[in-house]
């Protein structure tokens, strides 16, 4: 009788069904599993087991399987048995499989799983039974094997004894590794839970003891012994040492030898175990602390790198006994203490600061914790979230072999607690080291595929060695950027490159120091990079462009109320001037330190900004952009000139570049139509018609740090002779990069890279091109023009040409300028007319500055023609040439004193705004679409004022028009007023570039001169300037209060005055003039607004009361040295305002800022009368100033 009918007998099948599944049972384990026990057996392999025959193992498989059965008398058909090869190449999903469960207990585990872990599903139960033979692995892993392959196998609690056995796994999960680029060998593993079951008959009663084991634990001596005989070395010696585990260290690799080390302890001493056996690796899975455990057959040597001390090291007859008692002494020692919550409440008080080189530092605890993996945040980081609240980092230890899953139980002994390390992750943070044990003490339940993954990183933390700090910012980083710059500008293999050179321009700290891993892993004390954590809550917070630009629209007007807008005393202002002073506002951010994090705001820290600076052809206005995969805003960008002052952007080399912007302005203007009818209405919103607001970033390019070069960049920083930072990107090109690349940068590579980079073009060969050095002489505004269905930008530059048309085989760029572009009899002019796709490079053209205009796809036989207008195509290229290859003519450029002072027409000057009004024209829409105008206020540092008037109904409504920055006004008119005032406006060619940037939160003229007021009455040439002047009051001339209508200015009592007029409401209007005499002169003074109350010494609540009496009667007009034309003299109201004119409160020292009006009037004949004579002469009429700002002495 063969074997398989022998196995059949052993069970009475009770159906067709049964007999086919026990044949397939037979079956199974003869072709895969016998074969494998065949082979010659590994040392430590039982004789018995090569010698169990297929109907053996069959019967025992049946029987383990009947003993997990729910139901014994029925056998599990329902579940087939799999090899190892087809577990890899057939299932592509996680599952768990199970005999034992029936469908309810089923259910429950599914049920129970889900609600662990929110959002979550249970793992798919599968129908299928692993059996196979547990083998040691490479690098001490744990192998399933059968005759068609072996697959990885983790395991909880493993023991020795499992080794090289045939096992049936009663539970376990499969979970299989779908990254590219994965062999088949490793692309899945096995979780056992619990135990295996083994398939050797009688096996178990032959496992107590192995042939030479009873002596050696026999002499196995304490951790005490042991300590005291590390101490006296004898050549040959071998120890047993019996203890509970301590410490588990993990699994390191150095010059190709693999070891790992555990500590041994008892009540009070401790040894250490190395363990460099690469028999004896598979160790590390059976070992975790609080096991006790013997050690057979150890040797003391001595570890070099470790300051020479002893250790005990493993031998090749080396044998680990787990769970292990000795007889003459029992294992007392408690465990460890383990948490399983942090209170973040007490963190702070129990964590000393210090201050290490201006850096807030904290010290580490070290502490033991439990809990259970809710969230994996970058697998390939080493990145998880515990018990949802709890972060944990393991990025300072090697990169296990199976990663953490969503719902794994883990226990940590030895971690270090860090508090508030970054604000980017939870309050707690976990952070393992050398030293640091880290165990799964349960198997997820759930499936789910983790983020994708930053690899890169904990290798150039293996380089760099930074702190905790700069290493989980830079991870948040990294998984910002993924979202914001891939695909569009970047690859995924790029971004963990880019965002660790982001940290180091941005943190600015050196490279840590060499980690010593012996003394991390075996010094007492415990000292490592971890030991020691910066804190900064005001770290910079990376932000995506399109969350800065959401942010700040959000924030536009919910930040701010009406109220505020108006200028001191707005509560006066009448109808018209309201709506004025609201029609234009600004709101201005700066990225330094602001006051702290705020709940729900986005730019709560110092925002960080990383994107591609452009130039679009398609925009509403031509402007520098910064655009990342999420967007694009517009930005006011300056540089420093070769003379060391800002002046406005003008090298194209920035275009292309991958920047990072740390150092910038976040500028929202708003925008508002309105018709309120008085201050009151203010909270009424059915009075604004229209609101609107425009976002844009100011900074300078000096402050960005170029993370990926354009290819001109790189060729602008090679001529400077300056280093590349290195192009840790392998970015995609711009449109514009694709076009002009061709072949001389195929195959070119970045130097001095972090990671080597190769960029090619998209099409690939030589364009031949023809070029023309031009310099920049004047450059026109850009206007709108209709083009066939609709409008588009245009503009003119007038320019010198240096040389003549040269010929390329491939585009030249910014490369120096040879002398066939400079070989000229004469120098002609050329008019450059940009319009549609070319007038993107608006921003970057800058009077005085060479260009050198290249036409892809041209050849031979080109020359310029006598007409002196060029039209540029929209592919063409301007490139500049910051090598001049003559002197430039520096433009003509007047200041504010030298334009009150000129005679000419058309001037070009250069001012500093310190206001701008928004004029509106309600009659008809503009091209603007938010003003018709913009009155700019500037200024020079003589403190002399000049008003321009832009007229925008036909031009581009342009950025950076801030009080604070600095404008040159080019191709502006110069007029004088009827009152004989100068004022320049802007005409069609008129252009404005801001050339730097200035506070535009709080801009601060610089203070007006000292004027004596009897040499300012005789200066002809001193009107309109601004000065301080200090004096006495003389008396007062004039003061009139009154209640006016807010729509057309007439008297208000119960209703307006003037019948035509419909409305119904009136402001507080008030008005002083005063004689001020400073020993030099005396001088009228005029007060208006919200400069009466001071000047008459009122608190509010006195102005208050005061507007309150005059409401009944409207008005009143007091003459303190002559009669009132309005109330009788015995009204009290008059005797009150008389008395208080002529007090000391108003008759006093004053400091005032006044301004001299444009137009004095001249010598007047007066008639007097002396008795019976009259005499008639010419009198100097006083000095007449309007007050803009009042100080007590």
């Not at 059996?131 to 609690?157: H, K, M, N, Q, Y």
């Not at 007859?317 to 003459?328: I, P, R």
């Not at 031509?622 to 006011?636: E, H, I, K, N, S």
């Not at 802007?986 to 040499?1015: E, F, I, Q, W």
């Amino acid at each position: 009788m063969d074997s398989l009918q022998l196995f059949l007998d052993r069970f009475r099948a009770r159906g067709e069904a049964e007999t086919i599944w026990l044949k397939e049972i037979f079956g199974f384990i003869s072709e895969h599993l016998c074969p494998e026990l065949s082979e010659p057996a590994p040392l430590a392999a039982d004789d018995a087991v090569t010698g169990v025959c297929a109907d053996q193992l069959s019967v025992c498989l049946v029987r383990k399987l009947q003993e997990n059965m729910a139901v014994t008398h029925v056998l599990p058909v329902s579940y087939r048995p799999v090899s190892v090869s087809g577990l890899l190449s057939l299932q592509h999903l996680a599952c768990v499989s199970n005999p034992s469960w029936t469908t309810n207990q089923q259910r429950a585990w599914e049920k129970e799983a889900e609600l662990s872990l929110p959002g979550h599903l249970a793992l798919p139960r599968v129908n299928l039974l692993l059996i196979g033979c547990l083998r040691e692995g490479p690098a001490g892993e744990w192998r399933l094997t059968d005759a068609s392959g072996s697959v990885r196998c983790e395991c909880l609690s493993p023991s020795p004894l499992w080794l090289n056995r045939p096992v049936f796994l009663p539970h376990w999960n499969y979970i299989p590794h779908n990254a590219p680029g994965q062999n088949q060998e490793v692309r899945g593993y096995v979780e056992l839970i619990g135990s295996p079951a083994l398939l050797c008959p009688d096996l178990e009663q032959g496992l107590a003891a192995r042939p030479g084991e009873g002596a050696g634990l026999s002499r196995a001596v304490g951790v005490r012994e042991a300590a005291g005989l590390l101490d006296n070395r004898t050549r040959g010696q071998r120890i047993s040492v019996f203890g509970l585990v301590g410490s588990v260290c993990p699994q390191l690799v150095v010059a190709g030898t693999t070891f790992f080390c555990f500590w041994l302890t008892d009540e009070s001493h401790t040894v250490r175990v190395l363990v460099k056996d690469i028999s004896r690796q598979w160790w590390t899975q059976c070992v975790y602390v609080g096991l006790s455990v013997c050690v057979t057959a150890l040797r003391v040597c001595v570890l070099r790198g470790w300051r020479g001390n002893n250790i005990l090291c493993v031998t090749e007859q080396s044998e680990l006994h787990t769970n292990y008692t000795h007889t003459d002494t029992l294992l007392d020692t408690p465990p460890p203490l383990v948490m399983s919550h942090v209170d973040n409440e007490d963190c702070e008080e129990v964590e000393p600061e210090t201050d290490k080189a201006g850096l807030r530092m904290k010290k580490s605890r070290v502490i033991s914790y439990q809990g259970t993996v809710t969230q994996v945040v970058s697998d390939g980081a080493g990145l998880y979230v515990i018990d949802r609240k709890v972060g944990l980092c393991l990025a300072y230890q090697p990169a296990t072999r199976r990663k953490l899953r969503a719902g794994d139980s883990v226990e940590l002994h030895h971690v270090h607690f860090l508090y508030r390390p970054c604000p980017d992750f939870p309050p707690s943070m976990l952070c393992t080291c050398l030293r640091s044990s880290l165990r799964v003490t349960a198997f997820s339940r759930v499936g789910g595929a983790p983020p994708p993954d930053s690899e890169g990183l904990p290798r150039l933390l293996l380089e760099k060695n930074t702190g905790v700090s700069e290493y989980l910012w830079t991870c948040h980083v990294s998984s910002q950027l993924a979202h914001s710059l891939v695909p569009s500008l970047l690859k995924q293999q790029s971004v963990s490159a880019l965002s660790w050179k982001l940290m180091e321009s941005v943190w600015r700290r050196g490279r840590g120091g060499r980690r010593d891993i012996y003394s991390e892993m075996l010094d007492e004390p415990h000292t490592c990079p971890l030991s020691q954590y910066s804190t900064d809550p005001a770290v910079h917070q990376y932000l995506s462009v399109s969350v800065l630009i959401g942010s700040l629209h959000s924030e536009c007007w919910s930040s701010v109320s009406l109220s505020s807008l108006l200028p001191p005393g707005g509560s006066s202002l009448s109808r018209s001037q309201l709506n004025t002073a609201l029609a234009w506002s600004c709101r201005t951010l700066t990225s330094a330190l602001r006051d702290g994090p705020r709940t729900g705001d986005a730019l709560g820290r110092r925002p960080l900004l990383v994107g591609l600076l452009e130039l679009p052809t398609q925009t509403s206005e031509p402007t520098v952009q910064l655009r990342d995969a999420t967007g694009a805003v517009a930005c006011v960008v300056t540089e420093t000139s070769r003379e060391g002052g800002q002046r406005a952007a003008f090298n194209t080399a920035w275009i292309g570049c991958l920047v990072c912007v740390e150092q910038f302005t976040m500028v929202t203007e708003r925008f508002l139509q309105s018709d309120f009818p008085s201050y009151q209405h203010l909270n009424q919103d059915k009075y604004i018609t229209h609101k609107h607001c425009r976002v844009y970033l100011q900074f300078s390019l000096d402050h960005l740090h170029i993370l990926s070069p354009s290819v001109a960049m790189a060729t602008h920083l090679g001529q400077r002779g300056e280093e590349l930072g290195g192009d840790v990107t392998e970015r995609k090109q711009t449109v514009e990069e694709e076009e002009m690349e061709g072949a001389t940068t195929a195959g070119r590579k970045r130097r001095k890279a972090s990671v080597t980079v190769t960029t090619g073009p998209v099409g690939g060969g030589f364009r031949p091109c023809v070029s023309l050095v031009i310099r920049v002489e004047q450059k026109e505004g850009v206007v709108q023009k209709v083009q066939g269905v609709g409008l588009t930008h245009c503009f003119s530059v007038r320019a010198a040409v240096v040389g003549p048309v040269v010929s390329w085989g491939r585009d030249p760029k910014n490369g120096p300028v040879t002398d066939r572009e400079t070989e000229t009899e004469r120098e002609d002019k050329v008019v450059l007319v940009l319009s549609g796709g070319s007038a993107r490079w608006f921003p970057l053209l800058q009077p005085g500055c060479f260009y050198r205009l290249t036409a892809p796809n041209t050849q031979g036989g080109v020359e310029l023609h006598t007409d002196p207008t060029l039209q540029v195509r929209s592919n063409w290229r301007l490139h500049t040439l910051t090598r001049q290859p003559l002197q430039a003519l520096s433009p003509t450029v007047l200041s504010v004193s030298e334009v009150l002072d000129s005679r000419s027409d058309m001037v070009c000057f250069q001012a500093r705004v310190c206001d701008r009004i928004s004029l509106s024209d309600r009659t008809s829409s503009t091209a603007a679409g938010v003003c018709a105008g913009v009155r700019l206020t500037v200024w020079d540092q003589t403190g002399r004022t000049l008003q321009v008037y832009l007229d925008l109904s036909h031009t581009l409504y342009p950025s950076g028009l801030l009080p604070g920055n600095t404008l040159l006004l080019s191709g502006f008119q110069r007029r004088v007023s009827r009152s004989g005032g100068v004022y320049c406006r802007s005409l069609p060619v008129s252009c404005v570039t801001v050339m730097s940037l200035g506070d535009t939160s709080s801009v601060r003229p610089p203070p007006a001169p000292m004027m004596h007021l009897g040499v300012w009455a005789v200066g002809r040439e001193q009107s309109g300037i601004v000065g301080r002047v200090r004096g006495h009051v003389v008396c007062f001339l004039f003061l009139q209060l009154q209640w006016s209508c807010s729509l057309c200015g007439s008297l208000y009592l119960q209703t307006c005055s003037s019948s035509q007029c419909p409305s119904t409401s009136s402001v507080f209007q008030s008005k002083a003039k005063l004689v001020i005499d400073d020993g030099t002169g005396e001088a009228h003074v005029w007060f208006s607004g919200a400069l009466v109350p001071p000047l008459l010494g009122l608190a509010d609540s006195k102005w208050e009361g005061l507007q309150r009496a005059l409401r009944v009667r409207g008005h009143v007009r007091v003459y303190p040295r002559g009669r009132s034309l309005v109330c009788d003299s015995d009204d009290p109201l008059l005797h009150f305002l008389l008395c208080l004119c002529s007090s000391d409160v108003v008759c006093r020292q004053l400091s005032l800022t006044c301004r001299k009006p444009n137009q004095q009037r001249s010598e007047e004949m007066k008639r007097f009368s002396r008795g019976e004579r009259d005499f008639m002469t010419r009198v100097t009429p006083p000095l007449q100033l309007t007050c803009l700002h009042l100080e007590a002495v």
